[in-house]
């Protein structure tokens, strides 16, 4: 088993619609990213969390600790959101990421 | 804004050839990462360095790779002997601290003939 899960691996949307996606981890961690892949490869790093709640923009990235679960949404997503969104998680002092497989983003105009 | 970049963007070699993939991680960072995706597959973590000296490495991170901080600003990873199974896109990542933020490069897409 995967120690980080997404779901869904594919998700399709209309322009203004909300986005859910969603990342469970099976062991204890100390903090939680949130990526964003764009179709060339580059990484950008979206958030990263402990606890709690933050918000950039349209993005809101939540987590909770007693479930492992977090989940990333998008408010009124646009075609330029489309891209593969990733979730990682670090786990104690290590310093490596252990990474989902992402979820693929499209939003049709 | 600053960013990390890497060079190449894109490297094409003979199984058994050693590349060296470059990295200028953002200035004031102090953590720095290699990171490795083959194609359609995830993100998997290669190894961490910190203080001139590797921190973590995973179980992919065997003989063959090194990393070196060789003037205070480039960081590097070498594959002595390539083979097939390396092609992947490899992304260095830089951090100001362990519970900060990993900015990502461009990445390098190696492809090994």
């Known amino acids: 088993k995967n120690e980080v899960e997404q779901s869904p691996q594919n998700l399709t949307a209309q322009e203004g619609e909300f986005i859910t996606i969603n990342c469970s981890y099976s062991v204890g961690i100390s903090a939680l990213h949130w990526l964003q892949q764009h179709p060339g490869g580059g990484i950008v790093s979206l958030f990263m969390l402990s606890s709690g709640k933050k918000k950039h923009g349209r993005l809101i990235a939540t987590i909770n600790i007693q479930e492992k679960h977090s989940s990333l949404h998008i408010t009124a997503s646009h075609p330029r959101d489309s891209a593969v969104y990733i979730c990682?998680?670090?786990?104690?002092?290590?310093?490596?990421?252990?990474f989902g497989k992402g979820t693929l983003l499209t939003v049709n105009p | 804004e600053p960013e990390v970049t890497q060079t190449p963007s894109h490297q094409v070699t003979q199984m058994g050839q050693e590349v060296i993939l470059r990295c200028v991680p953002i200035?004031?960072?102090?953590?720095f990462y290699w990171y490795r995706q083959i194609l359609g597959q995830k993100v998997e973590f290669l190894v961490s360095f910190y203080n001139n000296e590797i921190s973590e490495k995973s179980e992919i991170f065997d003989d063959q790779f090194s990393v070196e901080r060789p003037d205070g600003s480039n960081f590097t990873l070498k594959i002595r002997s390539t083979k097939l199974e390396d092609s992947a896109m490899y992304f260095c990542?830089?951090?100001?601290?362990?519970?900060?933020?990993?900015?990502f490069g461009p990445g390098t897409r190696l492809l090994v003939l």
């Open positions: 200035s004031n960072h102090l953590y």
């Open positions: 990542a830089s951090s100001d601290s362990l519970a900060e933020t990993q900015y």
């Open positions: 990682a998680v670090r786990r104690g002092s290590n310093y490596k990421l252990t």
